[in-house]
């Protein structure tokens, strides 16, 4: 996040109205440039931290390979073992300052093994018609049209291409979260203010001790289909998210949650259905946050377990127009890879302050036919603007730029061949390498052109420490590695330099030969491929990546695929080095850091498998 966003983005999680944009989806391509990366060694002491850390992790992997313990799959790779009780330990941890260490403890593992290669910090760029009203979003990127306002009452929009998944619980992207919260509804949405104010749910009660949540659900609601919406859809929903057979890639957000003896989450509807019960395993500040998080969404048990294909994909029942749902519109055509219309819900419980009658939806992430679809009036609002765009769209009044909470980065596979033959700490050494030659300042001026803030860290600028104030922040509990830089790195311009020269001595260490002129050897290449979906930013991030690294000899190959390919590939490991974007779900490190835990279902990076 933006350092001149800060005070807004600690005081508030939304911008209203038309002023308002959600954060850029990671599915989409924001015009976004790169920054130098670069890391400063003028102070000794943050360099022998650095290296503490390190060392610490290539310990950790070695004794565990020694005891015979659970490890990932390449001796190149870091054990993983202490990162993910690191992570219990954080969710029921009470005490708000330990707390707190812990998450800069976990941020520090993680970085030190430089998988995580962060380009700058989010930012939401957009372009919506003049005669748009009531367009709101969070910081956490979703957006919110189902009450929007447009001329004759009809919307017509783009968000990103054909979605990954629609099912609330299988969905791990934002553009497939804002057609989630278009057709779905749960216990806990945001209002135009940012505020957490009850959906489905009436009311709650929350224990003296934190521990347990007692919601009674509005009177009457109703699925899309006119059958009743009882508080047995929302236990039913939220056991489904946590049962491993369904493959929620998010399911992990449900640990926070108590559990029975056979797995199933401690959640109970009242027999009448009228009230539904949580029990937690700590004090959870973000606990309704959650609620109104897709994930956590009720779906229809009836149309999940009756859909033909549900034995083999849990999501079938929701691959068509049509499905039941119970949010503000309804899903009533979609032509794969080209349009999706949604029409207004007459069953959705609030009905009467939905004013539109129709939205359509272009799937495209083709910048220049987007672009021109804008500019023809043929779309009133577009969250893709192609590099080539951006010049001109800055001049416009129909563009706005938002603060969001997010970090877009590059990531490395940890089981790549490219690490073969090499100890966790050369590998390690190889990834910090690259993360040295990239010139950040140059990906965020020429190619994202929205003002983004570069990055050294995973956790973004704003996010919140859990105590009133900045997680990204010296003080004296915590000093980054870097402290001038406030980060892992200096990602300046004027440390450019002196961050090449460390990024090849870096690689001699792990074996590499250079000639008399800073070139790698015939004899020692370094040969990798990027990973990217489509679309102009995104393929132009890639081709910095690649001229960054032939600086010093190293060969990229740029692989494109279309949206939902990339997505299958990345998350199956099928990558050595990958385009990456990530929006908190929620206002607390936690949220990125627990997503790299061995059995998450967003651990690209594949640490501990």
């Known amino acids: 996040m933006k350092k ?43 360099e022998t931290a650095a290296e503490s850390t390190e060392a610490s992790t290539e310990a950790a992997t070695e004794e565990a390979a020694a005891s015979g313990e659970h490890g990932p799959s390449s001796e190149a790779a870091p054990a993983w073992e202490d990162y993910d009780a690191r992570i219990d330990q954080i969710r029921v941890e009470t005490d708000l300052a330990a707390r707190e260490a812990l998450m800069h403890e976990a941020e520090d593992e993680l970085m030190s093994t430089w998988a995580i290669m962060p380009l700058y910090y989010y930012n939401d760029v957009y372009m919506q018609s003049e005669d748009i009203g009531n367009i709101y979003c969070n910081l ?6 189902g009450f929007a306002t447009a001329p004759g009452n009809t919307l017509s929009l783009q968000i990103a291409s054909e979605p990954d998944r629609l099912d609330p619980a299988l969905n791990s992207t934002v553009d497939g979260a804002c057609l989630a919260i278009l057709a779905f509804a749960g216990l806990y949405t945001y209002d135009e203010n940012g505020q957490l104010v009850p959906d489905l749910a009436e009311s709650v009660e929350e224990s003296e001790d934190g521990m347990t949540y007692t919601f009674t659900m509005k009177d009457g609601l109703m699925w899309s289909d006119g059958t009743p919406l009882t508080a047995a859809d929302v236990e039913y929903s939220w056991q489904r998210l946590a049962d491993p057979n369904t493959g929620a890639d998010y399911a992990y957000l449900a640990d ?12 109970e509807a009242s027999e009448d259905g009228k009230t539904f019960t ?45 499905f039941v749902s119970s949010g503000p519109m309804v899903c009533t055509g979609w032509t794969h890879n080209e349009s999706m219309t949604y029409e207004k819900n ?57 603060p969001t909470l997010g970090t877009y980065y590059a990531g490395f596979n940890v089981n790549s061949p490219i690490f073969e033959g090499k100890t966790v700490q050369q590998a390690a050494d190889m990834r910090k390498a690259m993360n040295l030659l990239v010139d950040r300042q140059y990906i965020v001026d020429t190619i994202a052109q929205a003002d983004q803030e570069i990055a050294n860290t995973f956790i973004p600028t704003g996010m919140g420490d859990g105590q009133g104030g900045e997680f990204r922040a010296n003080d004296d509990a ?68 690649q001229q960054d690294f032939a600086v010093i ?5 740029i692989e494109t695929r279309e949206w939902s390919v990339f997505l299958n590939e990345r998350k199956d490991g099928q990558f050595d080095f990958a385009r990456e974007g990530w929006l908190a779900d929620y206002n607390d490190p936690i949220n990125m850091l627990e997503m790299w835990t061995t059995e998450s279902g967003n651990n690209d990076m594949q640490f501990g498998r």
Do not use: R
């Open 553 to 557: 000899g190293i060969n990229l190959t």
């Open 278 to 322: 949580v029990s937690l395993t700590a004090p959870c500040a973000y606990f309704l946050d959650l609620c109104a998080f897709p994930a956590f969404y009720p779906v229809p048990q009836a149309s999940v377990e009756g859909a033909e294909g549900a034995t083999d994909n849990p999501g079938a029942w929701c691959t068509e127009a049509g």
């Open 478 to 545: 915590y000093t980054y590695p870097n402290e001038e830089a406030v980060g892992y790195f200096d990602p300046s311009p004027e440390a450019y330099d002196a961050n090449v020269e460390e990024a090849i001595s870096l690689l001699e260490g792990a074996g590499y030969v250079f000639d008399e002129n800073g070139m790698l050897s015939e004899e020692t290449p370094i040969n990798l491929t990027y990973l990217t979906n489509e679309g102009t930013g995104n393929v132009a991030i890639g081709e910095a990546l």
């Open 4 to 46: 001149k966003y800060l005070a807004l983005l600690l005081a508030a999680s939304m911008i209203v109205g038309t002023l308002a944009g959600c954060g850029s989806s990671t599915t989409t391509t924001e015009s976004s440039a790169p920054a130098e990366t670069t890391v400063e060694e003028s102070a000794a002491a943050e």
């Open 346 to 402: 007459p069953n959705y419980y609030d009905a009467d302050k939905v004013t539109l009658e129709k939205i359509d939806f272009m799937l495209s992430d083709d910048d220049t036919a987007v672009w021109n679809a804008f500019m023809d009036g043929s779309l009133q609002f577009i969250d893709t603007i192609g590099t080539d765009n951006m010049a001109t769209a800055k001049e416009m009044p129909e563009y706005h730029n938002v």
């Open 256 to 267: 926070v949650i108590a559990k029975n003896d056979d797995g199933t989450l401690q959640v």
């Open 140 to 145: 956490f990127g979703y957006k919110y049209f």
